[in-house]
């Protein structure tokens, strides 16, 4: 399975953003999703995870109330759609799937697609 991801752009604080990933080669609907972000000079982080069925999710802390993370099953699609936006939120934004479990950590994810990046102006 292959990801791609998309939706990056530049925002000023307090805009919205949403960012899509989708799924070629695979069964989409096997695997469990998640957006992670890495902004420069720090490790990449979990932000969001849903499972298969798009019925359980999960947040970090700094995105709880302000982030949500659905799927389209049919699409192939993760959407991660970013509202109330801070320049803290500046990261290179990579979906990854899991054919696992639910995690959040970066090696519950054995698939990975191109990072999208995301600028948050102030």
């Known amino acids: 399975v292959q990801l791609q991801a998309s939706g990056g752009g530049l925002v000023q604080a307090g805009g919205s953003l949403k960012l899509s990933c989708t799924a070629s080669?695979?069964?989409?609907?096997?695997?469990?999703m998640a957006w992670f972000r890495q902004a420069p000079g720090q490790e990449r982080e979990f932000v969001a995870a849903?499972?298969?069925?798009?019925?359980?999710?999960s947040f970090a802390d700094s995105v709880k109330g302000r982030f949500t993370i659905f799927r389209d099953n049919a699409k192939e699609t993760v959407y991660l759609q970013m509202n109330t936006l801070k320049p803290e939120d500046t990261a290179v934004y990579y979906c990854?799937?899991?054919?696992?479990?639910?995690?959040?950590?970066?090696?519950?994810?054995?698939?990975w697609g191109p990072g999208t990046e995301v600028t948050v102006s102030s």
């Open positions: 849903i499972n298969t069925g798009g019925y359980m999710r």
């Open positions: 080669g695979g069964t989409f609907s096997n695997y469990h």
């Open positions: 990854a799937g899991s054919g696992k479990a639910l995690g959040r950590r970066r090696f519950d994810y054995d698939l």
